[in-house]
C-alpha cells in the first residue's frame, strides 16, 4: 500500500462469484506521522527558487536517512509540498536529533515547531537571520551552493 492511502487487503477465495474474503485493514500512514518520528529531518523554506530545485533537500535528506520537511510558505502559499509537511505552530511540532534548515528565515511560527529538536542547523543567506538565534551551527551562504557542497563531503 502507498503512503498516504487507506485501504483493505483482501484475498479471492473463488473465482466463479467473485468472492472475496477481508484478510486485514491497512490504516493511512501519512508524512505527518512520519515527521514526528524522524531522527533526521532536513526542511526547505523560501529561500528555494523553484519546486524543481527542492531535489537539493531531498537529496540531503536521503542522504543523511532524514524525512523532508517545509516552512509553512513551501505549502500553504506556494503549493509546493503537502501540507503534512509544514513545520511549525500550525503545522507539525518535531523533535528530531538533527533539524537541518535550509532557506528558512525562522520566525517565531516556524521555530515552535522545532524548538525540542537536539541539534538545530541552518544555511541562509542573510546572517541577520533568526533561525540563526536557535541553530547550534549556521552558515551564512547561498543553499545552492552549500548544500551540493555538503553533499560531496558525505559522498566521502
Given at each position: 500500500m502507498s503512503e498516504g492511502k487507506t485501504g483493505l487487503e483482501v484475498?479471492?477465495?473463488?473465482?466463479l462469484h467473485?468472492?472475496?474474503?477481508?484478510?486485514?485493514?491497512?490504516?493511512k500512514r501519512d508524512a505527518t506521522t512520519d515527521l514526528r518520528g524522524a531522527t533526521v529531518i532536513v526542511s526547505a523554506g523560501r529561500g528555494?527558487?523553484?519546486k524543481e530545485d527542492l531535489r537539493l533537500?531531498?537529496?540531503?535528506?536521503?542522504?543523511?536517512?532524514?524525512?523532508?520537511?517545509?516552512?509553512?510558505?513551501l505549502s500553504s502559499d506556494y503549493g509546493?509540498?503537502?501540507?503534512?509537511?509544514?513545520?511549525?505552530?500550525?503545522?507539525?511540532?518535531?523533535?528530531?536529533?538533527?533539524y537541518f534548515a535550509l532557506g528558512i528565515s525562522g520566525q517565531l511560527q516556524h521555530v515552535a515547531g522545532i524548538?525540542?529538536?537536539?541539534?538545530?542547523?541552518?544555511?541562509?543567506?542573510?546572517?541577520?537571520?533568526?533561525?540563526?538565534?536557535?541553530?547550534d551551527y549556521g552558515i551564512v551562504?547561498?543553499?545552492?551552493?552549500?548544500?551540493?557542497?555538503?553533499?560531496?563531503?558525505?559522498k566521502g
Amino acid at each position: 500500500m502507498s503512503e498516504g492511502k487507506t485501504g483493505l487487503e483482501v484475498e479471492e477465495v473463488g473465482s466463479l462469484h467473485g468472492g472475496v474474503r477481508l484478510v486485514k485493514t491497512l490504516e493511512k500512514r501519512d508524512a505527518t506521522t512520519d515527521l514526528r518520528g524522524a531522527t533526521v529531518i532536513v526542511s526547505a523554506g523560501r529561500g528555494f527558487r523553484t519546486k524543481e530545485d527542492l531535489r537539493l533537500a531531498e537529496d540531503l535528506a536521503k542522504a543523511l536517512g532524514g524525512a523532508l520537511g517545509c516552512s509553512r510558505p513551501l505549502s500553504s502559499d506556494y503549493g509546493w509540498l503537502p501540507e503534512e509537511l509544514h513545520i511549525g505552530l500550525t503545522g507539525v511540532t518535531v523533535k528530531p536529533s538533527l533539524y537541518f534548515a535550509l532557506g528558512i528565515s525562522g520566525q517565531l511560527q516556524h521555530v515552535a515547531g522545532i524548538k525540542e529538536s537536539k541539534v538545530i542547523a541552518a544555511v541562509n543567506t542573510d546572517r541577520d537571520a533568526p533561525i540563526f538565534q536557535v541553530a547550534d551551527y549556521g552558515i551564512v551562504g547561498d543553499l545552492y551552493q552549500v548544500v551540493p557542497a555538503i553533499l560531496e563531503i558525505l559522498k566521502g
